[in-house]
């Protein structure tokens, strides 16, 4: 049973051979490298062809790194070792850094709230003897 359209097949057969004669470039509109991988050459193959409004499998990376994730994390919930993972550790960091950035942001509204406090009796001063020279 084949998994692409005959549209599609055709398509991918197209770019290989475009891909075999060194006229295949990636890309937006072809300004890109040559192509030399195979691999390459067949997904640009399939992304034309859904371009083009053939019938064409999902790509498989999205079902492959939620899978993979899952996995993984299975693996590091079953295993109890001291040393954390690096997508954990920046993920620490990521929280870590939250957390500084709202205190800096309370940090600068207090300091706000101190300078209209001192201004304000700075003011009060001020007004407070000009009306003592005023009664004078």
Request: proline content about 1%; overall charge positive; hydrophobic content about 20%.
């Amino acid at each position: 049973m084949a998994k692409h359209s005959k549209k599609a097949q055709d398509k991918v057969g197209v770019v290989i051979r475009e891909m075999k004669k060194g006229k295949l470039r990636s890309g937006k509109d072809g300004k890109g490298r040559k192509v030399k991988s195979r691999k390459q050459a067949i997904a640009i193959g399939l992304s034309e062809a859904r371009e083009e409004g053939a019938k064409v499998a999902k790509k498989k990376s999205d079902s492959k790194k939620s899978t993979s994730k899952k996995s993984a994390d299975k693996k590091s919930s079953k295993t109890s070792s001291p040393k954390k993972s690096a997508s954990k550790k920046s993920a620490l960091r990521k929280a870590d850094s939250k957390k500084s950035k709202g205190k800096k942001v309370d940090k600068k509204k207090a300091a706000k709230k101190e300078n209209k406090k001192s201004k304000s009796k700075k003011a009060e001063k001020k007004a407070g003897k000009k009306a003592g020279k005023e009664k004078k």
